[in-house]
């Protein structure tokens, strides 16, 4: 029912900025935890920051805390991920995630987008 895409990857040189869009369909979107995550090649899926379902209060990994801001703008159903800082070791492909039940989505999200890729050159 629920429909994630993102938008704003590329290339960027260290301690550029980037800010990565991620565009819901197909329900209420503030009824739903946001967030993001992001795999590099040949490691795991790891997060890295969201927005609660209820309170809308954001939370972020520690790799990224200070670096990275996340947001949510209901009216137009997306939600931006601002990263600034970058340094080559956030270089990954940077998914959107979404779910209507947990109030976060640190765990396992109920939806994906198709991922968006960053690359942090030194």
């Known amino acids: 029912q629920v429909q994630l895409v993102e938008s704003g990857g590329g290339l960027v040189q260290a301690g550029g900025s980037l800010r990565l869009s991620c565009a819901a369909s197909?329900?209420?979107?503030?009824?739903?935890?946001m967030g993001w995550f992001r795999q590099a090649p040949g490691k795991e899926r790891e997060f890295v920051g969201g927005i609660s379902r209820s309170a809308g209060m954001t939370y972020y990994a520690d790799s990224v805390k200070g670096r990275f801001t996340i947001s949510r703008a209901n009216a137009k159903n997306t939600v931006y991920l601002q990263m600034n800082s970058l340094k080559p070791e956030d270089t990954a492909v940077y998914f959107c995630a979404a779910d209507p039940v947990r109030e976060t989505v640190t765990s396992t999200p109920e939806y994906w987008g198709q991922g968006t890729q960053v690359t942090v050159s030194s």
């Open positions: 197909g329900r209420t979107f503030s009824s739903y935890a």
